[in-house]
Structure formats: C-alpha cells, structure tokens
C-alpha cells in the first residue's frame, strides 16, 4: 500500500498505487551526527499515520523531525560506567570515542568493538547487550565468555581462545572480514592476534601500560613476586605481549617515552612498526571554563544541573569554599599515589591555607567490598584526612557522573583558579590531564611518561617527582599564588589543546597510517604469488564442504577415482571445501595425505574430533579445545577404566590432551560395559 524511501541530504520519497509525494526542500541545518534520524523519521511517520493526516502532511513532519535529530551530537554510549573498578577507567571512554571518530571518516565503511558480555548485578544492563548500535557506521559487539559474571581482566587469560572462538564464529556468520583487526590490552591484543591469523589481516596493537613496567615498579615498591603473579598473572602477560609484538604489523603508542621506556624492556621491540598518535579530545564537552557552548537546550541544562549539584557536593565539604581548588581525579589504585597527594597537603599549612584539596577516587558505596588494592588506597586516604585534621579543607565526594559532572569539575576549579593534580607513580599518557588542560585548569603531573609530552606540546603545566612531596606543594602554591603564571599556563592549556589533540587530527593520521599497512600487506601477498594463510577469508566465502574418513573411505579404492575427486574440488574450488575427519592423530592424518597426494585439506579433524586444523598452515583451533575442556577430567576417566580387563592404555605418542586412547580386545557388550563404567554417577572421593 505506501513504500517510504529515505534519501538523506535529498529528503525523501512516498510511493503509492497511485501517487508518488516528494518531501519539499527546506533551509539546510547545521548538521552534526545522523544517529537516530532514520528511527525519528519512521517514528513520526507511524505516529502521523496512526493519528490519521494525510500523507502530505506527515511527509513533511517525518522530513522536519528527523532533520532535527541530525543537529543533535550523538553517536557514543550515553553516561558510559566509568571509574566503578580498575577495568572501566579512561581507557574505555578512548578506545570507544576512537571508535566513534573512526566511524566518522568517508572512507571507513564499518567498525566494530567487540567486547566481553556481562550479565551482572553489580553492573549496569548495557553490559549485557549483545550489539549496541551506536551509530549507522558502528556498533558494539559483546561475545560471552567464561560465564557472564564480571571478572577482573587478570582472571580471564583462560577464556580468551573461547572469546576468539566466538568471535571469528561471528564473523562467518556476518559475512564480513575486517580489512585488520586493533587490539587493546594484551588480552585484547592475544584474541586479535588469532583473528590475524586465522583471516590473513593485518594486526595493530595499543598495549596502554605494560607488563614488564609494571613487574619493574611493583618489585621495586618491594612487592613479592609471587605475590604479584597470583593476583595479576604478570609473567603470563609479560609473554603474551612478547607473541603479540612478535606478530604485531603496527604498534600504535600515544607518546614516545611508551616506545622508549616501555616497550623497550621487550625481546621482540625490533619486530613491529612504531607510530605515535595522541589521542584526541571532545572540546565540546571540555569546552573553557570562562563561556558556555551548547548545542541543544538539553546539554545546556545537564550541564547546569551537573555545575550546581557538584558544586553543592563540594561546598558541604569546606569551610572555605571560596578558595582555590586543589582537583584531583582518578581510580583509587596505588599507582595513581592519591596518598601521597594527601600526605604533601596535610605536611603543608601554607598550602592549607591557601586552597582546598578535593579527591575524586572513583565511584564507592561501600569500601569493604572493594578489591584488596582499592580497598587499601581509599582507606588510606580516609586515615590520612583524618591524621592531618583535614576536615573543612577536603572533600572526598562518593560518585561523580563523568558525562556531565567532570566537564563541569574542571570548570568550577578553573574559576577558582585553582590547579588539577596528577601524582601518580606512572602514567603512561593521562588523558584528565588534557581534559583539565583544554577547560583552562593548570596541571602538576608526574615528571613520567605521557605528562612529558603533554606538558611539551602544550607549554602548560609544572611536572614534579611524585614521591617528592616537597615538590608538589612548591608547584601547587607556585601556580596558585602568582597570577600572571596561572593565566599563562591556562590560556596555553586551552589553545594548544585545540592544536595538538583533536580526533579529528588522530583519526586522520590513523587512517592513513592502516590504509598504508593494507596497501602493504595486499602488495606482499602479491608479491610472492602466493596468497597469505587466510582460511577465514575463505571459509566465509564457501557455500558448500566435502567432509570424509581417511581410511576406507577416502584411501582405499581406485586411485583414478581419487584424481577425478581432487580435480573436481579444484575446479570448484572458490565454492566448495574440502576437509576430513579421523580418528588418527594429527600428524599420522597429514603425513598419510602428502603421501596419497591428497590435497591439503581446508580442515583437519582429528584425534576423534579432539583437534581441528585449518589450511595450509594447519592454523591450531584452540577455541575448539576450551569449549571441550569443559568438565575434561581424563584422571578421573583413566581410574574407572582400570577396573575394565579387556582394555589396555595405548603408547604415549597416540595420547592427546583431550583423548584418552585404548587397544580392546574385540567381544559382544564390551562398548555398552565401558559406557556404563563412564556414565555412571559415583559420589566422587577427595582428589576426583
């Protein structure tokens, strides 16, 4: 009865029996992001329809409406969980505004972030959707892995072969191969490394901090190594990130001192390529603090409601509130020395005197149920306060919203021409610092790391030894008291920011950046006229397999029926796969292959389906292996068989980590005996 097309910029068209309506033209707006004007124009289309105008009119309010959408800036995850534990700091509002600037750019057709699926109480609901369309462009996708409980990121090495598994199964079944694949962390940087393998991509990698600096710093603080294996599995990071750098194409760092200083301490420094890229920043949202941008009515009064409820938290706080503000902002974890912040200020009254301290330790309700090293700052913090009689002079606020309330935070410090304070022991980049730097609030940071580059780029800021605590007063009270330092220190702070650290400057330079490695890396394949291992590329492709047994059935007959095989599966090869499946282990399975002159086969399935390979490479599904690992108990297996006489354990060498194999001496019910030996339920005994 009524087809409707949308044509963007062009209006749109309502198709009848009889009639077609074109929508009219109208002034052009300001557009500013095209998320959810399809939804608007659909919704008001419905709603003109069902309340009974006529097509004429309801075209012309769908076309209005959806237009207004595009003024509206959109297109990220709204109030994203940010500062509630360790895994949801900074790095996840960078990684999903790259994302977001990424999606922006013409010649990128699609980005996807995949991520863990978390269902969990603790944790807000968006966790647990499973595609987050987050604009036309990009979406999120979470792949369950090891449960659906939340898990701190150290506790999910065992899982990740199970994430990878899971996400090239996505993949298939999109139909879309990724031109590369970015990994973030090193876990994230493990599971992309196997997508590069298995699709023949490119891979980048961004470590953010890494293990060996880490490990370095934590013995240093005189932590026991065994200590710190059994809470980070540090040793098993640190060789994970030594594979990843040995297969990474690029590796993408926000400052040179993470190339120098970090990655450095690696074996396999030498293998990748470097490129540094700072990240960029919503100057809408981290706007100066002496005039007000908004776009809708809607920013404007989030923003105002954000200003005077924070404002109202902080003066609950003060006795003075009207003096300078000292502003710091960050996760209570001991690296970030938020005590030793604490510890320089309760030292000094001069500086007591002059301004108030407020420390934003993340998000709490109740400090029991935190991890051992939050636990341990936060009430550190809270015996400092209370040894040095801070009360009056510093506040320790529960929450903050990061959408709205810390733009505003900045703003109110700056025009309390006050100073943020970033102490921490290392800093790889430190992103509040730019924050707090583009709203005009001077900065004291730490003399590591990324503070180095910031403080360079934009000529603002004073870097101090986090451990001197001397030094962080000098500079606090240096800005504080002299006038003309704190404006100059702002006003560069605010223009410099603009200079150096836009996404649109990162995304430009990042495009180019891969555009050149694809170019690249299809020119090698070219090269040497052979394609690069890629059997996901072309699994995804295949609309039909050939499976079968070797032995009597595959070997066994005519050989001229086996050539006339191998010659159909290579004239139908774009299409048709072929793969077998056996009970021979992997390497017996190959060997007897090659010496048949059977076709190297897309899929290996051996070991009585224990293994599966892929391809020419024979690429190892380990994904395969943790699903079927699962209540694997081959002890417990092995002991109830003992019981059976007419069975004997074969030779080590036929033995596989998830295969058990035996000799049996052929006799009737013997397979029905041993099923019931394995199936039956026993009341397990300690050690089972």
């Known amino acids: 009865e009524l087809v409707i097309l949308t044509l963007g910029k062009m209006g749109s068209l309502w198709i009848t029996q009889k ?70 700091g900074g790095q996840i509002k960078y990684v999903v505004e790259l994302c ?52 701190r990121k150290e506790l999910l090495w065992p899982f990740m072969d199970e ?42 990698y961004t470590g953010h901090s890494l293990g060996r ?18 809470k980070l599995k540090i040793d098993h990071r640190i060789k994970m990130e030594e594979l990843i750098l040995k297969h990474a194409d690029m590796v993408i760092t926000s400052t040179n001192q993470e190339i120098e200083g970090q990655y450095g301490l690696y074996r396999s420094r030498t293998l990748p390529s470097y490129m540094v890229i700072p990240p960029g920043l ?62 320089a200020y309760g030292e000094d009254n001069d500086l007591q005197a002059m301004a108030n301290l407020a420390v934003f330790a993340g998000i709490r309700k109740d400090i029991s149920k935190k991890s051992d090293n939050e636990r341990d700052v936060l009430t550190q913090m809270l015996l400092l306060m209370d040894k040095y009689n801070l009360y009056g002079k510093m506040a320790i606020p529960k929450k903050h919203d990061f959408e709205h309330e810390v ?21 790889p980049f430190g992103l509040t610092l730019l924050e707090s730097l583009a709203c005009g609030l001077p900065i004291v940071a730490t003399h590591d790391g990324g503070p180095k580059d910031i403080v360079a780029n934009c000529q603002s800021g004073i870097l101090v030894d986090p451990k001197d605590n001397s030094a962080i007063t000098k500079a606090i009270k240096d800005i504080i008291a002299n ?40 020119k090698s394949t070219i090269k040497v006229r052979k394609p690069k291992h890629s059997i996901g590329r072309r699994l995804v492709k295949l609309d039909h397999m050939v499976i079968t047994d070797i032995d009597n059935t595959l070997l066994g007959g005519d050989k001229k029926d086996i050539a006339s095989l191998m010659n159909l599966l290579e004239q139908h090869h774009e299409d048709l796969g072929f793969g077998v499946a056996t009970g021979r282990y992997f390497e017996s399975a190959r060997d007897v292959l090659k010496t048949h002159g059977i076709k190297t086969p897309d899929i ?74 394995l199936t039956r339920k026993i009341i397990p005994l300690p050690g089972e």
């Open 19 to 88: 009639d077609c309506l074109k929508s009219p033209d109208t002034d052009p707006l300001p557009m500013k992001d095209t998320v959810g004007a399809g939804d608007a124009y659909a919704a008001m289309s419905a709603a003109g329809w069902l309340a009974g105008l006529s097509y004429e009119t309801v075209i012309c309010l769908a076309q209005e409406f959806a237009g207004r959408i595009c003024v509206i800036k959109g297109a990220l995850p709204k109030n994203m969980e940010l500062g509630y534990d360790a895994d949801t």
């Open 100 to 151: 977001n600037a990424l999606s922006r750019v013409k010649g990128i057709g699609q980005v996807d972030l995949f991520t863990r699926l978390i269902k969990d109480k603790s944790y807000s609901r968006d966790y647990s959707r499973p595609i987050e369309q987050v604009n036309d462009k990009f979406r999120i996708v979470r792949i369950q892995c090891g449960g659906r409980k939340y898990m």
């Open 163 to 204: 994430f990878a598994d899971k996400t090239i199964k996505f993949i298939q079944q999109d139909n879309k191969v990724p031109d590369l694949v970015h990994g973030h962390y090193p876990d994230a940087g493990y599971v992309t490394r196997e997508l590069a393998r298995f699709f023949g991509i490119p891979l980048v």
């Open 213 to 230: 600096s880490k490990k370095e710093q934590l013995l240093k603080d005189g932590v026991n190594i065994d200590d710190i294996n059994k």
């Open 282 to 343: 919503n100057l809408e949202k981290f706007h100066p603090y002496y005039h007000d941008t908004f776009s809708t009515e809607e920013e404007k009064q989030n923003a105002l409601f954000a200003r005077a409820s924070i404002s109202q938290e902080l003066e609950r706080f003060f006795q003075h509130p009207d003096r300078p503000l000292i502003l710091a902002l960050s996760r209570p974890d001991k690296r970030k020395n938020i005590q030793g912040l604490v510890k």
């Open 407 to 427: 733009p505003e935070l900045y703003r109110i410090a700056a025009k309390k021409r006050g100073v943020f304070v970033n102490p921490a022991l290392t800093e």
């Open 483 to 522: 006038q003309d330092l704190w404006n100059e220190h702002s006003k560069n702070g605010i223009i410099k920011t603009r200079k150096h650290y836009t996404w649109e400057s990162h995304v430009k330079t990042y495009t180019k950046a891969v555009q050149l490695l694809c170019r690249k890396d299809e």
């Open 604 to 677: 290996i399935i051996s070991c009585v389906g224990s293994q599966i390979s892929y391809g020419k490479s024979f690429y190892h599904d380990k994904g395969w292996e943790t699903h079927i690992s699962k209540k694997w108990n081959p002890g417990l297996m092995a002991a109830r068989l003992k019981e059976i006489d007419y069975i004997r354990l074969q030779e080590d060498q036929f033995q596989r980590p998830y295969k058990l194999s035996y000799y049996m001496e052929p006799g009737k019910d013997r397979l029905a005996r041993i099923h019931h030996v």
